[in-house]
Nanobody, 117 residues
Framework: QVQLAETGGGEVQPGGSLRLSCEAS????????MSWYRQAPGKQRELVAS???????EYADSVKGRFIVSKVYGKNKSYLQMNNLKPEDTAVYYC???????????WGQGTQVTVTV
């Protein structure tokens, strides 16, 4: 059974930093893409950043220049480095992955990020 485990959420002040990590277990297939989404209260889940095994990355406009997504070479593990955090970054952050040879979307359980004075 494939599982995605996220760690690293918490509460920080504006301008602070956090690093989220996500690691997959239960599969020997490589991830085609590993992504990070977030969902704030009352809002739809949105894509924050994604990365491919070749390290091609994409970002939402709202986080460009502040967040960095990365993937550990040869492992189904991803990091989301979040810098200069703003109150509007407050949300539950979810890891997402699709693996080679499968069409199933896998999600982590989510980790809370709160940016507050």
């Amino acid at each position: 059974q494939v599982q995605l485990a996220e760690t690293g959420g918490g509460e920080v002040q504006p301008g602070g930093s956090l690093r989220l990590s996500c690691e997959a277990s239960g599969t020997s297939n490589s991830a085609r893409t590993m992504s990070w989404y977030r969902q704030a209260p009352g809002k739809q889940r949105e894509l924050v950043a994604s990365v491919t095994p070749g390290s091609t990355s994409e970002y939402a406009d709202s986080v460009k220049g502040r967040f960095i997504v990365s993937k550990v070479y040869g492992k189904n593990k991803s990091y989301l480095q979040m810098n200069n955090l703003k109150p509007e970054d407050t949300a539950v952050y979810y890891c997402h992955a699709v693996f080679l040879g499968q069409d199933t979307n896998y999600w982590g359980q989510g980790t809370q990020v709160t940016v507050t004075v």
